[in-house]
Structures are given as C-alpha cells and as structure tokens.
C-alpha cells in the first residue's frame, strides 16, 4: 500500500528559508517539514559572517540599496533590493525574538532602546559601504539553525522528518490550469517512496556547489529544487551567475575545504601573493574589500599569471586573542588542518559558494505553477543580479520566506482536483534492484571535475559547448537509471547534479557578454544591450 500523508503545507528543505517559512505558516495549519539529513544540515547552518541589515545610525536604507546594486553589475531589480533591503531590519528583529544570539557589542549599554539594533556588534564584509552585519561570532547559520529549531521542536502543527529526500513535485492538470499539489520523496531509512500531499508546497531546497569539485557547500546543496522545478516545467533565471567566493581553505591534500569568511577581511586581513606581495591594489580601488567577483577573479588571475597553487590571508594586524575570540571556529578549523592564524597566514583559493539564480519567483515567492513557493536560495527573486553582496543571502531568505508565508496563508483554498498521474518510475520502483553504485559514483565525479575546469571562473564558448555536450549524455544515462525505477540517494543526487549543471551551461551559453559573476573570453565586455536576466523556460513549461 502506497503511503500517504496530507498536510496543510509541505516545506522542503530546513535552513532558514524553510524553517521561517514553516514557523510562520504553523500558526494557521499543519505543516510539514521534509529534510533529506539531519534537521540542522544545511548551507545555513555553516553561514559565518552574518546578515546584513541597516542596524546603526551612521547607515541607510539608501547606502544599503546602493551598495547592492553597485555589487550586481546593472541587474538587480531595483524594487525588489528596495523591499529587501527595507523589511530586513523588523525581520531581524523577529529572529532575535524566535530566539537567535546575535553578538553584542561591549559598548551597548541599559540605555539602549529595547529591540534597537544598536546593541549589536556589526561585521564588514565587501562592498558594504558601513559596517551592518549582525553575526552570531563566526557561526552564525548555526546560531539561526538552533534557535529555529528549537522553535519548531516544541510546535504541535509541525511535523520533522529527516532523511526524507523529495524526488520530484507531484502535478495536476495542463497548463494553463496546471498546480502543483504534493511531492514524492524517498524515506531513505526505509528505502520506501512515499507521497506527501499539500495544497501548498515549497521548495526550499537551498545551493548547488555540490555541481562542483571544489566548494564551501556542504553535501546537501545538489540543486535539488531547481532540477525539479524544471522537471515540472518552470522558468528559472540567471543561472550562469555561480558566486566563487574568493577564501576557501587550500586543502594541499585535495581534500575537503572551509570557508574563510569575508569577515576576516573586514577585519583587515590582506590577501598576499606566496612571496607575500598584496595584489588586490592593482585590481580594484576597494582593495581586498572589493565585491566578492572582483577578488575572486584577481586571485584566479595571479594564481595563474605565477603558477601558484593557492595565495595566502594575511591576518597579521590582527592580535591572537581578538582572533579567537572573533573567529574561533575558523581558527579551530585551520590549527586542526596545521595552520595557526593570526600568526600564520591562511593558504586560500576560491571555491564555488552561491548561486544567484534560480526558479523564477514574484515578490511573495509564488511561481508559475499554483500551489508552488519557492524560497532562499532556490528561488530567483531578481535580488542579486549578476552578483550577489555578502551576508545579503540570510535576509534574502529571511524577507522572502516571511513574504511568501504570509501570502500561503491567505491562498484560496484549491479547487478539487483529479488523482494526479502516477509517474512511471514511482510503479516501477524497486528498492531491492542492484545498481551499479560505482558508475553512479564515477558519474557524479565526471560532472563535479567537468563544472569545475569547463565551467569556472573564466569561462568560453567552446568549453561551455563541450561541456554541454557531455551533461547531455550524462543527463540520458542518469534518467534512464530513474526510469527503470532505480530510485536511490545516489542516483536522485545524479539527476540533480547533471540537471541543474546543464542549466548553469546552458544560460551561461545564452550570455554574451562578460558582467559580475560570469566572464567568458569570447566576449570580455559587459554590454549594455545584455543588461538583462536570462530565463530559460523547460520544453513544455507551464
Ligand atoms: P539551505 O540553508 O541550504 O537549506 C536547504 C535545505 O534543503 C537543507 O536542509 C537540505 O538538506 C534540504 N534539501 C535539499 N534538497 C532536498 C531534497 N531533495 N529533499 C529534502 N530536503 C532537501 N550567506 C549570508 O547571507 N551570510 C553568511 O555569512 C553566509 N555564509 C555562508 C557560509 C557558507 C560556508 C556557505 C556555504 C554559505 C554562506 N552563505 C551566507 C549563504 C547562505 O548560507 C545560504 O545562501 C542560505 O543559508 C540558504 O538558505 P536556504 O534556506 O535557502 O538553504
Ligand atoms: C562569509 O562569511 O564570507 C560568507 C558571507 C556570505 O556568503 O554572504
């Protein structure tokens, strides 16, 4: 017997996205809450440097809004920054009472007003104009993900389950009249297929860095949402916009890397050749502090003018007791891998760290297909245009997922609809079926190696092609897989990964011209008639 569960809403995905999305929405109904680890696992829960907001007197509403567009190269929609940037500080506040510690400063004082922002101590990052970045220390998402779920935990509308990995959305309909009404996913523990049932569903489904080799993302971020969206036939935006943030940890054993927040910048680290001259002067006036594609590219560019692996953080201006304290994860991490800042500096490269685009959304997260919301970093909101400003993720999820919470809860109940169409891999499902688990792997390998060299920093048409070429093949083999119901984690992830890689080539193809997070040799200049955002729509789209 198929198993089947019906709720008010479905949200996919535990960061901060859904988890506010769900915190807000519990209040009028039952909600649940599908993760495919453990609850806290997430790209929130690894966030350093913070969230941006205007929180001191010396800032404005008007500095903020100018500092993010100036950061996404001449495409951000302006209203939309203006909405962001406007709502943040009250939401903020809204997480500080659902219980977040953001770090104080030793200056606030009893005479602070209550729920004054002032209170804070606020971290710089680059392209931000003031300092307005609350921060939990150097855990931040950590801080968010804890106070969130505790939250939740204690909720009698919500229900948890973890390891729960949604496959795709379930639909009804044709187009015009088409919705969206439920998904399946895999209980992975169970290894059973179970359908989730909702008149509202959210993607919630975070990054795509796992489309790379070398990344800040944890696992978990596989472009999830954004492959299925597609696959339901939805409309997703710029795309080629992949951020590198420029401080990864260089791991010389090739293993997994950290990130290096930008905060440590903003506390006047200098980015040094291994000879230890600084370069980021010759790049840009802002120096090390200059939007995070500048940098990125600078270091990309130096590694390979001299043939060095990796260029070195130099956090010598700072004291070692003012690092521990304000960066004591980094710091734990780095000794752990035989590096001691601030005495030491740290060997650094950049690694993919966010993605820009994603699946089209309104201004209260709604998408083309009714009943679906999209939040966080899945969702396009038109917010970060060609490159996104540090620490302005958080709040874009935080003002987002509010804004679509308070719009679900308003929706018109849906219209009765017929049984949706079961889809062929779902009858065909067998968990016993042996798979071939080291092609999958060699698979998932191949896309992460082809992303990383083909599809890099620096990019060109002919690579993109190959590279095209390649994900088109990878893309048949890991379907066919699905199609003859051999329905696992790793092959999901396969699908996923080559999905959504294929969309990053594919809109990086489309522009022609060079602006914030995608360069191409083929066509250097940013130009004025490209000023715009690049949607692709799937074959059939609704
Ligand atoms: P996530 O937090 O990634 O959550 C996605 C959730 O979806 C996870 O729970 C995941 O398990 C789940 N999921 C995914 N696919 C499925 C599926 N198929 N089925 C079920 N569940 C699924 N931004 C800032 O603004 N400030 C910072 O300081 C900052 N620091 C960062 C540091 C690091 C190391 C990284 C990686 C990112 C950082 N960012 C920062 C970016 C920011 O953290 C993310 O953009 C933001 O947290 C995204 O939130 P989200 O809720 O959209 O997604
Ligand atoms: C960092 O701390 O450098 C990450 C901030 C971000 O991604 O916005």
Avoid at 273 to 292: H, K, Q, T, V
Avoid at 397 to 412: I, P, Y
Wanted: hydrophobic content about 40%; some cysteine; proline content about 5%.
């Amino acid at each position: 017997m198929v198993h089947e569960r019906h709720s008010d809403f479905i949200v996919v995905g535990s960061g901060i996205a859904g988890l506010c999305f769900a915190l807000e929405a519990a209040a009028s109904g039952k909600v649940t809450i599908l993760t495919k680890k453990e609850d806290f696992e997430s790209n929130t829960n690894y966030a350093q440097g913070g969230i941006a907001c205007v929180a001191s007197a010396e800032d404005s509403f008007e500095d903020h809004v100018r500092d993010t567009l100036i950061a996404g190269a001449g495409i951000c929609h302006e209203e939309v920054v203006r909405t962001l940037v406007r709502e943040g500080p009250d939401l903020v506040r809204q997480l500080i009472d659902w219980g977040v510690r953001f770090t104080t400063t030793p200056k606030s004082s009893a005479d602070s007003p209550l729920g004054s922002l002032e209170l804070y101590d606020l971290g710089r990052e680059g392209g931000h104009s003031h300092r307005r970045i609350l921060h939990s220390k150097d855990l931040t998402g950590r801080e968010v993900e804890r106070a969130l779920l505790k939250c939740l935990r204690e909720h009698s509308n919500v229900t948890f389950l973890e390891h729960h990995l949604a496959l795709d959305l379930i639909t009804e309909g044709k187009s015009p009249n088409k919705r969206c009404s439920g998904v399946h996913a895999l209980d992975a523990p169970a290894l059973e297929v179970k359908v989730f049932r909702a008149p509202i569903v959210v993607l919630a489904t975070g990054g795509i860095g796992r489309i790379y080799q070398h990344t800040t993302n944890p696992p978990i971020a596989t472009g999830d949402g954004i492959a299925m969206a597609w696959r339901a036939g939805l409309p997703v935006a710029n795309l080629e916009f992949v951020q590198f943030h420029p401080t990864a940890f260089y791991n010389a054993t090739g293993g997994e890397t950290f990130l290096i927040s930008e905060a440590v910048r903003g506390e006047g680290a200098i980015l040094r050749r291994l000879g230890g001259e600084s370069f980021m002067e010759l790049y840009d006036e802002r120096g090390c502090l200059a939007p995070r594609d500048i940098v990125a590219r600078a270091i990309d560019t130096e590694m390979k003018r001299h043939g060095e692996s990796h260029v070195l953080l130099d956090c010598s201006n700072m004291s070692e007791e003012f690092f521990s304290e304000r960066f004591p994860a980094i710091r734990e991490l780095c000794v752990r891998h035989g590096v001691h800042p601030p005495l030491e500096p740290i060997p650094v490269v950049p690694a993919a760290h966010y993605s820009c685009g994603g699946v089209v959304t309104d201004s209260v997260g709604r998408t083309a297909l009714a009943g679906l919301y999209v939040v966080g970093e899945t969702a396009f909101t038109g917010v970060h245009g060609a490159n996104r400003l540090a620490s302005n993720s958080l709040l874009e999820a935080l003002v987002f997922s509010h804004r679509a919470a308070q719009s679900a809860m308003k929706a018109e109940p849906s219209p009765p609809t017929p049984i949706p169409e079961i889809p062929e891999w779902f009858q065909r499902f067998d968990p016993t079926m042996e798979l071939e688990g080291v092609r999958v792997e060699h698979c998932t390998h191949e896309v992460r190696t082809l992303m990383w060299d083909y599809v890099g920093i620096v990019r060109s048409t002919e690579r993109l092609k190959l590279a095209a070429e390649r994900l088109e093949i990878l893309l048949k083999e890991a379907e066919g897989y699905f199609e003859r119901g051999w329905v696992t984690e790793g092959v999901a992830l396969l699908r996923n990964i080559v999905q959504t890689s294929w969309i990053v080539v594919q809109s990086a193809l489309r522009r022609r011209e060079s602006r914030g997070l995608h360069t191409t040799l083929d066509y250097p200049e940013t130009r004025p008639e490209e000023a715009h955002d690049t949607v692709l729509t799937p074959p059939d789209g609704v």
